[in-house]
């Protein structure tokens, strides 16, 4: 395992983009909660007070709702990742490097293990970055602070794993397909609109399906949880349905990865 993932890391980190696209993503991490509180501190300052009540106190950065809210919103930069995953395995065809291994020997379920080691150790640097960057916020905007509540709703983190490791799959299969990296971020980024405008034909009584379509599955492990302050009903829970889903759509991304490899002409 760290022989496949030190050979497919010397060859990422030589990327400009790994390094860009990466340091995007972590100041992004990093802003968004600072942004948000500014935004908030700013209605205040404008008087936007909601009936008598201090926009500062709407607890979107509080435990336990910031695992839920600051998870959904990462969620929207994971196309980032994913990106650096395309250009990775694109380049691999580009330069016939992934053909120069297999000629030194690597056999092709050691490409694809040497690639989905790299997808796993983006999606756990990420995961342990959001988690630290969850705590830290929560420990400075949380009035009363009771280490009860830090915990609850810490499962969204585990679902924001499976969620970006999931949609990284997604990009390596795409590219697997595709071959052409600005094709592939082309068709990545289109995909979700195409899913939801598909979607909105669908019949009502058949509508239930479209919960089962890969980038809805993957979105349905974390609900939008932000109706909740203006009193609509939410999901604040994981649903283990949503993650049986997502898991079955992990195998058989990963299969026809492996089907599509062994079936070509590299």
């Not at 993503?25 to 935004?39: H, N, Q, R």
């Not at 990296?181 to 009584?205: C, G, K, N, Q, R």
Request: glycine share 4%; hydrophobic share 55%; charged share 15%.
């Amino acid at each position: 395992m760290l022989r496949l993932l030190r050979i497919d890391l010397k060859k990422l980190t030589n990327y400009r983009a790994f390094w860009v696209l990466n340091i995007m993503y972590g100041l992004l991490i990093f802003s968004i909660p600072v942004s948000v509180m500014e935004f908030l501190k700013w209605l205040k300052i404008k008087g936007a007070e909601f009936e008598g009540f201090d926009p500062m106190r709407i607890p979107i950065l509080h435990f336990p709702d910031i695992w839920q809210n600051i998870t959904y919103v990462y969620t929207f930069l994971k196309i980032f990742l994913a990106i650096v995953v395309i250009i990775s395995i694109s380049n691999e065809y580009s330069y016939k490097t992934i053909r120069q291994n297999i000629i030194d020997g690597m056999s092709r379920i050691d490409f694809i293990k040497s690639k989905l080691f790299t997808i796993l150790l983006l999606s756990l640097g990420s995961t342990l970055f959001v988690f630290v960057t969850g705590l830290l916020t929560g420990m400075i905007y949380t009035p009363d602070l009771s280490f009860a509540d830090v915990f609850v709703g810490i499962e969204f983190v585990p679902a924001y794993f499976l969620d970006l490791f999931t949609y990284m799959v997604f990009a390596f299969l795409l590219t697997v397909l595709l071959k052409r990296s600005a094709l592939t971020i082309f068709i990545l980024l289109l995909y979700t609109p195409i899913e939801y405008a598909i979607s909105a034909y669908i019949p009502e009584s058949f509508v239930f399906i479209t919960e089962y379509f890969p980038l809805h599955a993957i979105n349905n492990l974390i609900e939008f949880p932000f109706a909740k302050y203006w009193f609509q009903e939410i999901q604040d829970f994981v649903s283990m349905s949503a993650v049986g889903v997502v898991l079955a759509y992990l195998v058989l991304f990963i299969y026809a990865i492996h089907y599509k490899l062994k079936t070509s002409d590299l």
